[in-house]
């Protein structure tokens, strides 16, 4: 998408009355007005007390919400008329709001607030998800080692419960370490920090043109393209991860704005080190990810259902997509009694890197590829959930390392069927 056909002619007045910035806050939103308030009151209140003297702007790239959105975000601004009224202001501070056409919550979101980084020519860019619970030193720790110490990316690590993020944590990272050699645990984040030179050179990324970007899961693409260009990366902790994650989601909504995503990028940013021997640790600041274990009730059974059901109503589509071993052993599984069965590690791997070959392929619609996923790994979570059921946290972090190394041992199996063998 040219940039020509994302900033309006009003927006790119807003812009060069800003003038250039030394950080850059960006906000996507699509109907958020229950929560973006605190957000950006949180943003602006994070400026003024950590960066009293920097030039800063709040971008909010808008989906079209029909609700208060927008004026919420635009109140946060602190012109130089109210300066007295805010005496840690040393900055007129901007905040601007802009609607983006298409789907909302798509690429588009990301790529209007790089296209205003472009322009604006800041030091330091963060994103903040309008309905992040942003503690009053997240924004520091977010923005400082990108400012200050002149890193690249910064992804975030939180305290959450062990059975969050579960999609990420069984598919998505163990891809990245494996494939891409560097452990970042959070690589789809709702907050995260990048440099301006970093915002400028995604803009050439050729995610944004492809029919894919209608889609989200751009911030993954980010991640991947931090990685595979040589950026400076480090990880910082934040804290409690919000509830608010424990609502239920659109599986396949999920898998199109993650999993698709990550496969896309197999094919056109592949691994820049195809072979190296082991994933490369990377900087940690302010402590590790860590798990609470406060019961949690998740229907596992009806897990087990949805995944028996699809494989045997998706056969055909199965088929086309996995090697005749892996939908055997598959349908095997779904004929068992729910507690004899088993999702290995083993299994899971070889299900994951064929269906990114079949993609790579497009047997299929690559939309019906992604979907197909879904009760395969509604299987996989059953697994994992009866295994870890009483796990305190650092078992469970064992488990995911130990899936991390099956990832990395399978590579030239990956190789293998993305070359046409399965």
Known sequence: MAEETILTDDFLRELMNVGEVDILIGVPTYNSAATVGAVVQAIRAGLLKYFPRQRAAIINADGGSSDATQELVRAASISDAQHAAHP???????SISTRYDGHPHSAKAL????????????????????????GPDWLPRLVQPVYHDNLDL??????????DGLLVRNLVYPTICALYSKCVREPYPSEIAFSGRLASHLLNFPFWSSEDSGFGGSELLLTIAAINDGFQLAQVFLGNKDALDHAPTDLVHALRDSVGPLFWALEHSPPARPNPAECTPVLTIGGNAEFTEEPRRINRKRLFQLFASGVVELEPILRSILSPATLGELQRGAAQAEDEFCYSDELWVRTIYEFAASYHKSVISRDHIIQALAPLYRGKIHTFLRENRDAPGEQVERHLEALCAVFQRFKPYLAEVWNGRK
């Open 111 to 134: 790529y209007t607030i790089l296209a205003a980084a472009d322009l604006l020519r800041p030091l330091a860019c963060a994103v903040i998800s309008a309905d992040s619970n942003l």
């Open 88 to 94: 840690q202001a040393l900055r007129t501070l901007h």
């Open 154 to 163: 910064i992804t975030p690590l939180y305290r959450r419960h062990k059975f």
